[in-house]
């Protein structure tokens, strides 16, 4: 059984392995504590969202785990208006606990992180690397370095560094089976509407749990489609282009698929502020395209 550890000696540079080995250890902590930090707190995030004791928690366990790594130039996250200073090169932009709403229901949670070699906010065409941490009858983490998407699985009371290979390059099939997106039918713009209309009559199956690392998960392995929209009252969409959009998008670009704002690869966005929304569509490469046409016109 190939560790992590191992693993990434072959593969990544040694300060991507030191921010991915710290995540790993760090996400066993998250999810001892996920039973004790079920309550919402007083607090609000930069997006405006009532922070749960678990995003504040995991915000502030995985900022200071990666400042104390020293390879780490700033920590910018979706829980802090201003990013937290380190003294090395790369700067992590991260979702410290994704789809906390999902706490009380018990459904998957995720901690989502993108690896810039740029001061941040910067597009996803400065992403070295990146990774995210599903909490869920598993707990794994998902990353890439540019050299494929691997998948590995937390066994534990094994000696040792306890994440073990589940899956190796992984890709999105092109045969698409599923579909989720985020919003009200209501409140979608009319080009989704349509294009959400005739994946239920290919008989494309539903897929969608409120958190963007799950959902994400089904489209991984049975191919197919995530998204959260741009609505008619929320035209830039609800998830934050630095912090979850890029970062997976980079990953489903490295399985072979495509992420889109509906007219451009959304690797190429510049946000222009830390919590930046975009409109997102991603998954299987035909599909993707498919919408941004639809909704570009072209
Ligand atoms: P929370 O972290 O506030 O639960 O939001 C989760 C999320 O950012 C993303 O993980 C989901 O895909 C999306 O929002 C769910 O949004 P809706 O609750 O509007 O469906």
Known sequence: MTNLESFLKERAPADISALLLTIAGTSFLVRRALPFTTKLTRGVNPSGETQAEIDVYANEIFASSLIATGVVGEVASEEMAEPRKGRGKIHVA???????SNISTNNPLGSIFGFYSSALPASGEHLVASAYVTYGPLLTLTYTTGGGVHTFVAVE???GNPF???EENATIPEKPEVFGLGGQRKDWIEPVERFVSSLESR???LRYGGTFVGDFNQVLHYGGIFGYPALK????GKLRTLYEAAPMALIAKQ??????DGSRDVLSILPDALAATTPLYLGSSGLVREVEALISGH
Do not use: Q, T, V
Not at 233 to 236: E, G, H, L
């Open 203 to 205: 008989g494309m199956k």
């Open 157 to 159: 009371g094994r000696e």
């Open 255 to 260: 399985a072979g698929g495509y992420a889109s």
């Open 164 to 166: 073990i290979l589940m």
């Open 233 to 236: 009252n929320k035209p830039r």
């Open 94 to 100: 991260m979702d410290p606990l994704d789809g906390s």
